[in-house]
Structures are given as structure tokens and as C-alpha cells.
């Protein structure tokens, strides 16, 4: 036997879909919003009444758009999932058509209207559109939670004369009224929805034609939320800039210190152009895995440009002192409003992570120093609906789709915002040299000298006092050796940062039991924990292997360890050091050095891909100066630093895209132990080939033995 069936849903698959498909009371709210902003309304009101009585509170939302006739509601608003809107967008992008007020449709599944389910079990519906009836409609939910069939349980409609003016006395409209609500509104949860409403439009962008009211009888539940206006100008760091296919275009950054700091200026940062690029690891035809550099293009999927505005915080406590009259508001805003959001046509996509949809938060857990968090920044993602058809949202409205289209705009963003961070990160530099806490720049002697006068304070025992401070002795002793000696590589499984990260946490945990005055056995514990850390630390790093040996086999030698990766990436090496006809021999950790040329080699090879240099080059030449100095020049024909070279040995500032920024500040920091030092050459100093005039210069100057 074979016939045809069709589903016959039951009623209460209305009250399912209105408690789950939105996600909370807030994006319900929103989504009626923007219902208004498509009905082109110019202006929406929220009103929420009798607050004090949760059971009678009742949710209004009327706005004074171009309203629904009968047959609209008959056959569009009682049709959930109804493709209306989204052949509306279709046909307007199709015939370059636009609304009254230019705008696009934003919803297109036809379910936007499950909001008032969220909110309560009953709705009234008065809505009128130009040259027809109004109409009236009411529906009590809990109706739906009985097991007839849906098409068993009917809705009355009325069409009537108007009665009623909407907002601004408008003839056209409509009014929603929502009482027996499903949750109480609470303080707190009402200062959430207004703090919702007000970032719905991007703060950059504000649309003019397009205003949102929010009216409470409790006026005093709304008091002290502070705005945009008043922390925007406390920013620190700012940027602008457009996506487009491949690059980044009219990057434009500007470092802004405060009137009060005097010792600092501006500092802007224009680049016309930024190739937006991932690293990857690819088989070569060897079948070695090598990586290799691959575009992130947008104009692989319809997602247009994306134009981007960041501004960023510094919340370090002396730099707040500096310039901030409420600090404690300007933190609460950041914590509860900072992050970097997307907004269609400057009206807000919720994500399914909020505001870390790009992962700050772990980024900056995972690698200390000068990462954004959320609560550093406040940034917009802009995008055109015309143009974006790819990146579609999620039925329950918690952001996009997670296909290709969406990774590859993610990617962008990412790329984009990691540039900021990098110029952020060199400014930071600057503000900690003139203005931080001295904490901030040595983070572990700083905290242990703190740590010696708390001991000194609240410790009686004389002995106990005595083997605390042995143990902090050592701890710095220790630390400061760990920074001096460069490791071998980053495969050797310890990273600066693990070693900053732990002993901060110890430390801090370590300062927080002597401030409470716990037990003298807690104290002594985390004393020796510490100790114990960096005793351990300090013997992977240690080395004593110390000889005379030649420069020049050393060179060959470290070149011969990336033959493949720079034959592999077609880079020619100019060894201009081998026509020297002078032995060059010094004293120190050969295997160190070599891996200090080694980073110096990888960074070129990156740059000079990264800038797509044709005929790539890597120079190195061996100088001997009156000074008693010998010198390895390492030079290539790339683009040259793209950050000052003041700060470039800085632990954590890098202009690579996936660098840790610790290379060059380490082998800055063996040099210094060898008794010689890192340093940048001026291009005319040196008798070099014109053709590395533009290029990265280095030169690692160590003591004639």
C-alpha cells in the first residue's frame, strides 16, 4: 500500500517553539525591534508598567512604521517560517530597490514574531497600515498547551475603524501589548535589557532615522548606567580601517595619550595596504611539512567589505589615576558592554559567544603580556546587507552560521584585530616606561620586593622570617637567570610566558595569604612552591657550556641546520663573511648563538614571503670595530622593521601575525650575557650591497676574546 501523508503538528509545538527557538528575554525583545526597524519605523518605544508586581507587569512595544493590513497578518504574521521577507530581500538586492527610509529587510526566516511568546502568555496585536482598517488580534498561549492539532485550535481576528493614533501620531503602526508574563523583571534584568537596547546601533554609526525609546515606572532602576559618551574619550588606542578581498585598506591607527601626559605624543600608524594572511602547514613534495603563508580572501564567499573601528583601554590603575574621574564606572561599563560586536547595516548581530565570539578571553590567558581581553576594548564589525548573503544567522538568532563563509569572515576580523593588539602592544611600552606601575615592567622582582616588606610587616618569627626571605632570595636570583639565557628552542616545551604566568599566580596567592594573616605552615608552603618552581625552570635554561670556537663555521653551520626552508622558499643566501680572509673567535655558548641566528633566519624568511619580495636575499658578513667588538651583520632585502627598533627587543611586542614576540628579546638578552649586546645599524654605517637598503639590519656584536 503506498499514500501520501502530510505532518499534522500539534498546538503545543507553538508554546515549544516560543520558549526555545529565543534564546532569552533580551534577544525577544530585540527581535521585535527589529520587526520595527523593517516596517520602517522612524522611532520604537519599550514601556514596561507595574514593575513593583511582577504578576501584573505588563511589556508594550509600539512603534510608528508602515504597519499590517489583514490579509498581511492573516497570511504572513500567522504563517511562522513564512519566506515573505526573504523574497522581499531578494527581489529589492536583485532590482537595486531600497524601503522609504533605504533599508534592507533583516529577518527573512519569519520567525522573529516567537518573541512575544518568550516574554508572555498573553499578546495583543493592534496594527494598521496606509489606506486600511486597523486590526486587532489577541491570543492567550496557554491555549496552545493542550494536545488538539494546531489547525484544531482557531484565532479570532477583527478588522475595525481605527481607534487609536501610534507614536509621533502616526496613522500607521504597531502596538504589541504583553501581559501574564513568564519571568519577573528584576532590577538587575531590566538595567541588562536597557544596556541590550542601547547597543543594538553600533556607537560609531549611529542611525539617525532610527530611535529606541525605553520607558520604565521605576526610574530609579536605570540610575548610574554610564554611556558611550562618557568613557569614548578615554580611550588610548584607536583604529579604523576596511577589509576588502585580501588586505586590509586605509589602516589607520593613533596612539592618543591623555593633556596629562606630558612625555608622551601622538603617534598615528597609516598603511595603505595589509595582505591578510594564515600560516599552514603544508606536504611538500618531499613529504616534509613545511608552512607556508595562505591569503585569507573574502571575495571567496558574499560577504563584501567589512569596515571595523576599535577603541582601546588601558585599566592599569596608575595610567587610570592619570586621566579618569570614575574609574570604578568606566570599569563597569567596559566589564559589562566592552568586546568587539557585528553589526548589518549598524544594527546588531547577537553571537552565540557574546562579545568573546573571537576568543580574546583565552588568547590572552594562554599568552601574558599585552593581549586584548574584552573588558581593553570596544569595537564594531560592520557589514552590508546588499553584500553579505552568505553570512546567514542562525534560526535562533544567537549569531552565524558556522560554515565557510563564516570561518573565513572570522578570519579576517581576527587578523584585523591582531594588528591593533601588535600597535597597542608598543605603545604599552612607552606607557609603562613614563607612567606604569614598576610591577608591570619587571612583574616577578617587583612583586618579590613587595612581597620582602609585607614579610617584614607581619611576620614575628624571626627564624620563619629568615626562611622566607632566603627563599625569595633565591626565587629572584633564580628569575633573573631564567630572563638572561636563551633557550635552545621552543620545542624544548617551556615558554617565557609559562614561567610569568605561574609565578605571578604563586606570588599573588603567596602576597594574599600574608595580607589575611594565615596560618605561618600556608605561608611557608607557598614560599617553598615558588621556590621549587623556579629552581626548575632555572635548570632547564642553565647551561655551562662555554668554549672558544670560530665565528665563521659557527655561521656556516647554523645555515647548513635551514638549508631546506630556505632553499624550500627560493631564498638566495649572500655569504660575503666567507671572502673574509681574518679568523673570528670568541668565547661563549656556541649551541645558544647558533639558535639566536637561527630565529633571526626564520624571521626573514617569514617577512620577506609575507612582502612577496621577488628575488629574496639573506646577507651575512662578519666586522671587527676599533672598539674591540666583532660582529655578525645579518641583512635581507625585505621591507624592513615595521616596529621601532627602541622597543623591538621588548619581551611580547611583534608585528607577525603569529609571533609570540619573544625571539628577539631573548637573543638580545644571551647577547647581553656574553658580555656584548643586540643592536640595529644604520644602513650607512655598514659597506653593504644597495639592494638591502630597505631591508631588516642586525647586528650581534660580541667582546674580541
Not at 503602526?173 to 543594538?200: A, D, F, P
Not at 534560526?395 to 573565513?408: P, S
Not at 614560599?527 to 618552581?533: A, I, N, P
Request: contains cysteine.
Amino acid at each position: 500500500m503506498k499514500e501520501s501523508i502530510a505532518f499534522r503538528p500539534r498546538a503545543r509545538l507553538m508554546s515549544q517553539l516560543g520558549e526555545q527557538l529565543i534564546k532569552d528575554e533580551n534577544i525577544a525583545v530585540l527581535e521585535l525591534i527589529k520587526n520595527s526597524y523593517d516596517a520602517d519605523a522612524k522611532n520604537v518605544q519599550i514601556t514596561m508598567e507595574n514593575l513593583d508586581n511582577p504578576s501584573s507587569t505588563i511589556i508594550i512595544i509600539e512603534d510608528n512604521g508602515d504597519g499590517m493590513s489583514l490579509d498581511i497578518v492573516k497570511n504572513c504574521w500567522m504563517e511562522p517560517g513564512t519566506d515573505n521577507k526573504e523574497k522581499k530581500l531578494k527581489y529589492m538586492i536583485e532590482n537595486n530597490v531600497r524601503s522609504k527610509l533605504n533599508r534592507l529587510p533583516m529577518g527573512e526566516k519569519g520567525i522573529g514574531r516567537f518573541g512575544v511568546h518568550k516574554l508572555g502568555n498573553k499578546i495583543t496585536l493592534i496594527t494598521r497600515s496606509e489606506n486600511n482598517n486597523e486590526v486587532y488580534l489577541q491570543i492567550d498561549w496557554t491555549i496552545f498547551n493542550s494536545n488538539q492539532y494546531l489547525e484544531d485550535i482557531p484565532i479570532e481576528i477583527v478588522e475595525r475603524k481605527p481607534t487609536q493614533q501610534f507614536l509621533k501620531n502616526s496613522s500607521t503602526g504597531t502596538k504589541i501589548i504583553i501581559e501574564k508574563l513568564k519571568t519577573s523583571w528584576t532590577r538587575g534584568k531590566v538595567r541588562e535589557l536597557y544596556r541590550s537596547i542601547n547597543s543594538l546601533n553600533s556607537p560609531f554609526k549611529s542611525l539617525d532615522s532610527f530611535n529606541v525609546v525605553f520607558n520604565i515606572d521605576k526610574k530609579d532602576w536605570l540610575k548610574g548606567l554610564i554611556e558611550y559618551d562618557d568613557i569614548k574619550d578615554y580611550a588610548l588606542f584607536k583604529a579604523k580601517m576596511t577589509l576588502s578581498g585580501d588586505k586590509i585598506k586605509d589602516y589607520k591607527y593613533y596612539f592618543m595619550p591623555w593633556k596629562s601626559m606630558t612625555k608622551l605624543d601622538k603617534r598615528p600608524n597609516l598603511v595603505p595596504e595589509i595582505n591578510m594572511i594564515n600560516e599552514v602547514r603544508r606536504n611538500a613534495k618531499n613529504g616534509k611539512r613545511r608552512k607556508e603563508l595562505e591569503p585569507i580572501d573574502l571575495s571567496k564567499h558574499k560577504i563584501g567589505d567589512i569596515e571595523i573601528e576599535l577603541l582601546g583601554f588601558d585599566l592599569d590603575s596608575s595610567i587610570l589615576k592619570m586621566g579618569v574621574k570614575d574609574i570604578q564606572g568606566l570599569k563597569a561599563y567596559l566589564n559589562t558592554n566592552g568586546g568587539i560586536f557585528v553589526y548589518r547595516d549598524n544594527i546588531r548581530i547577537y553571537s552565540s559567544g557574546e562579545n568573546d565570539w573571537l576568543g580574546l578571553g583565552a588568547s590572552r590567558v594562554n599568552a601574558p603580556g599585552d593581549k586584548i581581553s574584552n573588558n581593553l576594548i570596544l569595537g564594531s564589525v560592520n557589514i552590508n546587507r546588499n553584500g553579505s548573503s552568505d553570512l546567514k544567522e542562525k534560526t535562533n538568532r544567537e549569531g552565524f552560521i558556522e560554515d565557510a563563509a563564516y570561518n573565513t569572515f572570522k578570519e579576517a576580523v581576527l587578523f584585523a584585530v591582531k594588528k591593533f593588539e601588535r600597535d597597542r602592544a608598543q605603545d604599552k611600552q612607552y606607557l609603562r616606561k613614563y607612567y606604569g606601575a614598576t610591577s608591570k615592567s619587571e612583574p616577578v622582582i617587583a612583586e618579590v620586593s613587595l612581597l620582602k616588606q609585607k614579610v617584614e610587616e607581619k611576620i614575628v618569627d624571626k627564624n620563619l622570617k629568615k626562611e622566607i626571605f632566603g627563599c625569595l632570595n633565591n626565587i629572584e636570583k633564580d628569575y633573573k637567570h631564567i630572563t638572561e639565557v636563551y633557550q635552545k628552542s621552543s620545542s624544548a616545551g617551556l615558554s617565557m610566558s609559562v614561567v610569568l604566568h605561574e609565578i605571578d599566580k604563586i606570588i599573588s596567592e603567596l602576597e594574599y595569604a600574608i595580607i589575611a594573616e594565615q596560618t605561618s605552615d600556608h605561608i611557608k608552603l607557598l614560599v617553598k612552591r615558588l621556590s621549587t618552581l623556579t629552581d626548575g625552570y632555572a635548570s632547564v635554561v642553565k647551561s655551562k657550556s662555554i668554549k672558544i670556537f670560530d665565528l665563521k663555521k659557527m655561521i656556516t653551520q647554523a645555515l647548513f641546520m635551514v638549508d631546506f626552508r630556505l632553499s624550500a622558499h627560493e631564498i638566495t643566501v649572500d655569504k660575503q663573511y666567507i671572502n673574509n680572509k681574518t679568523d673570528f673567535k670568541i668565547k661563549g655558548n656556541e649551541s645558544l648563538i647558533i639558535s639566536s641566528i637561527i630565529n633571526i633566519i626564520d624571521n626573514s624568511i617569514w617577512w620577506l614571503n609575507y612582502a612577496k619580495i621577488p628575488n629574496k636575499k639573506i646577507f651575512f658578513d662578519i666586522t671587527r670595530d676599533i672598539t674591540g667588538y666583532i660582529s655578525i651583520i645579518i641583512a635581507d632585502n625585505g621591507k624592513g622593521f615595521t616596529i621601532p627598533t627602541d622597543i623591538v627587543t621588548k619581551p611580547f611586542i611583534t608585528d607577525k601575525p603569529s609571533g609570540m614576540g619573544l625571539g628577539l628579546h631573548l637573543a638580545s638578552e644571551l647577547m647581553k650575557q656574553h658580555g656584548g649586546q643586540l643592536f640595529f645599524p644604520e644602513f650607512d654605517d655598514l659597506q653593504l650591497p644597495n639592494e638591502y637598503k630597505q631591508g631588516a639590519l642586525i647586528a650581534l656584536s660580541f667582546k674580541e676574546d
